[in-house]
C-alpha cells in the first residue's frame, strides 16, 4: 500500500516555473515506477511524464518534452516535476500516481498505475 500526496500547485503567468512535489508513505518505493498525469476542464486524464523504479528510465508526452523534468529521490520517498516556460494550455489539476514494477517500460495509460494522489491544480495565465 502507498499513499501519495501532491504539493507545489499554484497560480503563475505564462512563462514561468512551477515545481510539483509528491510524497509518498508506505513501504518499498523504490520497487515503484511513478508518473505524472494531469486533466484540464472538460477532457480526459492525460499523461504527463514517467520515471521508472531505479530513476533510470524516463519518458514525457511530446507536449511538454524540453520544458518539464521528472525526477525522482527513493532515499526520501519523493517524486518532483519540475516545470518550466509554462504555458496556459498546461492549465489541469496534476495527479502523481505509483505502479508496482521494476520494468522499465513505458506505462501512459491511467489503468495501469495501482495508486494516485489527491491532485494539485496548476493554473497558468496568460
Known amino acids: 500500500q502507498v499513499q501519495l500526496v501532491e504539493f507545489g500547485g499554484g497560480l503563475v503567468q505564462a512563462g514561468g516555473s512551477l515545481r510539483l512535489s509528491c510524497a509518498a508513505s508506505?513501504?518499498?518505493?523504490?520497487?515503484?515506477?511513478m508518473g505524472w498525469f494531469r486533466r484540464a476542464p472538460g477532457k480526459e486524464r492525460e499523461f504527463v511524464a514517467s520515471i521508472s523504479a531505479s530513476a533510470g528510465v524516463i519518458y514525457y508526452t511530446g507536449s511538454v518534452k524540453g520544458r518539464f523534468t521528472i525526477s525522482r529521490d527513493n532515499a526520501k520517498n519523493t517524486v518532483v516535476l519540475q516545470m518550466n516556460s509554462l504555458k496556459p494550455e498546461d492549465t489541469a489539476a496534476y495527479y502523481c500516481?505509483?505502479?508496482?514494477?521494476?520494468?522499465?517500460?513505458?506505462?501512459?495509460?491511467?489503468?495501469?498505475?495501482?495508486?494516485w494522489g489527491q491532485g494539485t491544480q496548476v493554473t497558468v495565465s496568460s
Open positions: 500516481a505509483a505502479k508496482s514494477t521494476y520494468s522499465s517500460n513505458f506505462y501512459g495509460n491511467a489503468d495501469e498505475y495501482d495508486y
Open positions: 508506505g513501504r518499498a518505493f523504490s520497487t515503484y515506477a
